[in-house]
């Protein structure tokens, strides 16, 4: 804008009443402040990713925006230290007979914190190889612990059974050795807000989970998830996990951008309740929207019954059963020969 353009807000009484406030003037989103008896303006877009700053909350005279948290000072529109070469568009106001009025063109341009793109920010693309399948355990049995992991110990067998009979490479992931945080929820307060890296992984050098969306995005063809029967559901790793990838299908519904191409899963689940179709059946929804598909017979699914309390004797059972392990080798089977053809007839 070339030239000054003052609008009329409305009257300062009413607009005094509140701290903070977002307002679209002539398209333009303007982030209004009443504090220590003067109002003061900046854009009303964050520099991160555009979150409206006016909906957000005051800590001292900084504004923070309620997508990410972050700050930005009301007079300056520079960021909080260390960031300050960040900073918000000002705009100038002024009272006149009793209403307040804005000046739309800024006084200063926008300017971005310069910080290189995350890894993550790069084009899906396959590199050339044999299949790869990826194992996710969600067993909460921390590492340190000499207990028997059913769930984990049939994933071992099915990553064994990838790598030697079916010739493709192989990696897992054990959730319980990964820091990450819980999900910050984004997404409830605004589709927009849960981004593509999540905002934790862009954020926190210390969040783990970048290895799990390098590995299920980019990295592998199948995967294979194995968690075990907690209270008639998953782990509550698994839900964790799953929280955290919300932001991979949030990216197809606000920017229809599908990360998970041309890949298959499938699941091994162990547990001492009889609810193993249940666990099953929510997964695999979940890693459909996600974008995955699925072989014929996608779970292998163990359960001592709703009755059953002799844990030790469940353990013994899977580590010895020839049965279980020859099925799991066939889902295996199954999910590799799957991936072979999506990979296939995708390219």
Same mark, same amino acid.
């Given at each position: 804008?070339?030239?000054?353009?003052?609008?009329? !807000?409305?009257?300062?009484?009413?607009?005094? *009443?509140?701290?903070?406030?977002?307002?679209?003037?002539?398209?333009?989103?303007? %982030?209004?402040?009443?504090?220590?008896?003067?109002?003061?303006?900046?854009?009303?877009?964050? +520099?991160?990713?555009?979150?409206?700053?006016?909906?957000? $909350?005051?800590?001292?005279?900084?504004?923070?925006?309620?997508? $990410?948290?972050?700050?930005?000072?009301?007079?300056?529109?520079?960021?909080?230290?260390?960031?300050?070469?960040?900073?918000?568009?000002?705009?100038?106001?002024?009272?006149?007979?009793?209403?307040?009025?804005?000046?739309?063109?800024?006084?200063?341009?926008?300017?971005?914190?310069?910080?290189?793109?995350?890894?993550?920010?790069?084009?899906?693309?396959?590199?050339?190889?044999?299949?790869?399948?990826?194992? /996710?355990?969600?067993?909460?049995?921390?590492?340190?612990?000499?207990?028997?992991?059913?769930?984990? #110990? !049939?994933?071992?067998? %099915?990553?064994?059974?990838?790598?030697?009979?079916? *010739?493709?490479?192989?990696?897992?992931?054990? /959730?319980?050795? @990964?820091?990450?945080?819980?999900?910050?929820?984004?997404?409830?307060?605004?589709?927009?807000?849960?981004?593509?890296?999540?905002?934790?992984?862009?954020?926190?050098?210390?969040?783990?989970?970048?290895?799990?969306?390098?590995? !299920?995005?980019?990295?592998?063809?199948?995967? /294979?998830?194995?968690?075990?029967?907690?209270?008639?559901?998953?782990?509550?790793?698994?839900?964790? @996990?799953?929280?955290?990838? +919300?932001?991979?299908?949030?990216?197809?519904?606000?920017?229809?951008?599908? !990360? /998970?191409?041309?890949?298959?899963?499938?699941?091994?689940?162990?547990?001492?309740?009889?609810?193993?179709? #249940?666990?099953?059946?929510?997964?695999?929804?979940?890693?459909?929207?996600?974008?995955?598909?699925?072989?014929?017979?996608?779970?292998?699914?163990?359960?001592?019954?709703?009755?059953?309390?002799?844990?030790? +004797?469940? @353990?013994?059972?899977?580590?010895?059963?020839?049965?279980?392990?020859?099925?799991?080798? %066939?889902?295996?089977?199954?999910?590799?020969?799957?991936?072979?053809?999506?990979? *296939?007839?995708?390219?």
């Amino acid at each position: 804008m070339k030239k000054n353009k003052w609008v009329d !807000l409305g009257t300062v009484s009413t607009l005094k *009443k509140r701290q903070l406030q977002h307002l679209i003037v002539e398209n333009i989103p303007i %982030a209004l402040v009443y504090q220590k008896g003067e109002f003061t303006a900046v854009s009303g877009e964050c +520099n991160h990713k555009s979150g409206p700053l006016g909906k957000g $909350h005051m800590e001292g005279d900084y504004i923070v925006c309620p997508w $990410h948290s972050w700050h930005f000072h009301r007079q300056t529109g520079h960021g909080h230290p260390p960031f300050e070469a960040s900073c918000l568009p000002r705009h100038e106001v002024k009272q006149k007979n009793g209403h307040l009025f804005v000046n739309l063109k800024p006084l200063n341009r926008r300017a971005h914190f310069p910080h290189p793109k995350h890894p993550l920010e790069r084009e899906v693309k396959r590199e050339k190889g044999p299949i790869r399948v990826l194992g /996710i355990s969600t067993t909460p049995i921390p590492t340190w612990h000499s207990r028997y992991s059913t769930s984990e #110990s !049939l994933l071992d067998t %099915a990553l064994k059974s990838a790598k030697t009979k079916m *010739k493709a490479e192989t990696k897992m992931i054990k /959730i319980r050795d @990964m820091k990450f945080k819980h999900c910050g929820g984004f997404y409830s307060i605004d589709e927009k807000a849960c981004t593509w890296p999540c905002t934790y992984t862009e954020s926190d050098e210390k969040d783990q989970m970048d290895q799990l969306y390098e590995a !299920l995005v980019f990295w592998a063809d199948a995967v /294979i998830v194995a968690t075990p029967i907690r209270w008639g559901s998953a782990s509550s790793l698994y839900y964790k @996990m799953a929280e955290r990838l +919300n932001c991979i299908e949030n990216q197809r519904v606000i920017k229809n951008e599908v !990360l /998970i191409k041309n890949k298959v899963a499938s699941f091994i689940i162990t547990g001492g309740q009889d609810n193993v179709q #249940s666990v099953a059946g929510q997964m695999m929804m979940f890693f459909a929207q996600l974008g995955y598909c699925f072989p014929q017979f996608p779970f292998v699914g163990h359960s001592r019954g709703w009755a059953a309390e002799d844990m030790e +004797n469940n @353990m013994e059972f899977v580590r010895s059963s020839k049965t279980l392990r020859s099925e799991v080798q %066939a889902l295996t089977k199954r999910t590799v020969t799957m991936a072979e053809t999506v990979l *296939k007839e995708g390219r």
